[in-house]
């Protein structure tokens, strides 16, 4: 029978409402081979929002995005919105949609597309077989926990805190996301923390080999985090899901995702208990926006992490994968990634080229 899922669609600003029609009508097509449908209801974030309704994100859009199957994303901001302050900034409705939606798990998988390598800063010897997956935990840890804020001194000299705390809970479900993630892979979870020191890293090594023991398939190591932000350099290969704590994922993550060296090309999805949002890593890219020349591959692949993560369609997520590495194989590029010499692809033209894969 065919299937209906609910998605809540917030196309955003600059090149997001683009590359979000994009990756829709890949979508669609991907609906149309493997036989479910896409039920779309679009809204305003971001500085849409702020022009239509007043605020970023609109507690109406935030009630229907949580009653969605899930929710995409293309990307808010620009600088017609640059001097509002606070909760009146487009990046302000974003993180109120992740924490609204009670999304704890930050996904990046970072591949490097046959062809692409050039991109990247690193030799073209030391990417060979890359293909990981960044897990990083959202909602807690040092950019949550209380107390925090200014905390002056009894001689009353300026001081500041900020608090590192887990609970075993919040480690525990990440964790099962992290083991899950790398059963579904090639059964590796590096679990990066910083246990030479930290007290809440400590836990996290203890909740996390308390899990382990749930997926004996899964092969679980543990690594510092100054290692493994030095071992993402020098051997990316060796990692399969990377598993960590919210400002070491941070900091990781955007260190992962630069391998590739093309941020037109990135995709994330960040997951809780249902559903989950999904949106490409870049910005709204002011300076391209309404040109039709955006790279849509980012959300593209996010839709496909859509499907496979929050829709189970994983043979169409696989499919609209293979779509884009094809096209990217034989040689298409946006201007993003054009050589001089090559003619530059329009964001229709790409799309286009990826649907005609997908077949
Ligand atoms: P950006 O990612 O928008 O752009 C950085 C550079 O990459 C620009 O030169 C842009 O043209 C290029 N680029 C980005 N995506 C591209 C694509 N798909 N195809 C081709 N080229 C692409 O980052 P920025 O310039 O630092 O920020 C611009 C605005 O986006 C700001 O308002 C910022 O706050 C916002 N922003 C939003 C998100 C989000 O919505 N998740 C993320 C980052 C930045």
Same mark, same amino acid.
């Given at each position: 029978m065919n299937k209906t899922y609910k998605i809540a669609v917030l196309p955003g600003d600059g090149i997001g409402p683009e590359v979000t029609e994009a990756a829709f009508a890949v979508a669609d097509a991907a609906g149309a081979r493997f036989g479910?449908?896409?039920?779309?209801?679009?809204?305003?974030?971001?500085?849409?929002?702020?022009?239509?309704?007043g605020t970023p994100l609109h507690e109406t859009v935030l009630e229907a995005c949580k009653q969605a199957d899930a929710v995409f994303l293309g990307a808010v901001g620009g600088p017609k919105w640059d001097h509002l302050e606070g909760a009146m900034r487009?990046?302000?409705?974003?993180?109120?949609?992740r924490k609204g939606l009670g999304v704890y798990a930050n996904l990046r998988p970072v591949r490097i597309p046959e062809g692409l390598a050039e991109y990247s800063p690193l030799k073209p010897e030391l990417l060979t077989d890359v293909d990981l997956m960044v897990v990083r935990e959202l909602t807690g840890g040092l950019y949550f926990a209380?107390?925090? *804020?200014?905390? &002056?001194?009894?001689? =009353?000299?300026?001081? #500041?805190?900020?608090?590192?705390r887990y609970d075993e809970d919040e480690i525990a479900r990440i964790a099962h996301t992290a083991f899950a993630l790398a059963g579904q892979r090639r059964g590796k979870l590096t679990s990066v923390d910083k246990a030479n020191v930290l007290a809440s890293s400590r836990l996290w090594r203890d909740v996390v080999n308390e899990i382990a023991a749930e997926y004996p398939q899964v092969q679980l190591e543990h690594m510092l985090v100054d290692n493994c932000a030095m071992q993402l350099v020098r051997r990316p290969a060796q990692f399969?899901?990377?598993?960590?704590?919210?400002?070491?994922?941070?900091?990781?993550?955007d260190e992962a995702a630069m391998l590739t060296g093309s941020i037109g090309m990135l995709p994330s999805a960040s997951t809780g208990?249902?559903?989950?949002?999904?949106?490409?890593?870049? *910005?709204?890219? &002011?300076?391209?926006? =309404?040109?039709?020349? #955006?790279?849509?591959?980012?959300?593209?692949?996010?839709?496909a992490l859509m499907l496979r993560l929050a829709l189970q369609q994983p043979e169409a997520?696989?499919?609209?994968?293979?779509?884009?590495?094809?096209v990217i194989k034989a040689g298409h590029r946006c201007a993003d990634l054009a050589a001089a010499?090559?003619?530059?692809?329009?964001?229709?033209?790409?799309?286009?080229?990826?649907?005609?894969?997908?077949?």
């Amino acid at each position: 029978m065919n299937k209906t899922y609910k998605i809540a669609v917030l196309p955003g600003d600059g090149i997001g409402p683009e590359v979000t029609e994009a990756a829709f009508a890949v979508a669609d097509a991907a609906g149309a081979r493997f036989g479910f449908t896409l039920e779309k209801t679009a809204y305003a974030i971001g500085g849409a929002a702020i022009d239509a309704q007043g605020t970023p994100l609109h507690e109406t859009v935030l009630e229907a995005c949580k009653q969605a199957d899930a929710v995409f994303l293309g990307a808010v901001g620009g600088p017609k919105w640059d001097h509002l302050e606070g909760a009146m900034r487009p990046e302000s409705g974003l993180l109120a949609l992740r924490k609204g939606l009670g999304v704890y798990a930050n996904l990046r998988p970072v591949r490097i597309p046959e062809g692409l390598a050039e991109y990247s800063p690193l030799k073209p010897e030391l990417l060979t077989d890359v293909d990981l997956m960044v897990v990083r935990e959202l909602t807690g840890g040092l950019y949550f926990a209380r107390p925090k *804020g200014p905390w &002056p001194t009894p001689e =009353g000299r300026r001081s #500041a805190v900020d608090t590192l705390r887990y609970d075993e809970d919040e480690i525990a479900r990440i964790a099962h996301t992290a083991f899950a993630l790398a059963g579904q892979r090639r059964g590796k979870l590096t679990s990066v923390d910083k246990a030479n020191v930290l007290a809440s890293s400590r836990l996290w090594r203890d909740v996390v080999n308390e899990i382990a023991a749930e997926y004996p398939q899964v092969q679980l190591e543990h690594m510092l985090v100054d290692n493994c932000a030095m071992q993402l350099v020098r051997r990316p290969a060796q990692f399969d899901v990377i598993l960590t704590e919210n400002m070491f994922g941070d900091i990781l993550s955007d260190e992962a995702a630069m391998l590739t060296g093309s941020i037109g090309m990135l995709p994330s999805a960040s997951t809780g208990e249902r559903g989950g949002l999904f949106e490409p890593v870049h *910005g709204s890219a &002011p300076d391209i926006a =309404g040109k039709g020349i #955006a790279n849509p591959c980012a959300a593209i692949l996010s839709v496909a992490l859509m499907l496979r993560l929050a829709l189970q369609q994983p043979e169409a997520a696989d499919a609209i994968d293979a779509a884009v590495a094809a096209v990217i194989k034989a040689g298409h590029r946006c201007a993003d990634l054009a050589a001089a010499n090559q003619t530059n692809l329009s964001t229709l033209e790409m799309t286009n080229k990826i649907t005609e894969v997908l077949g």
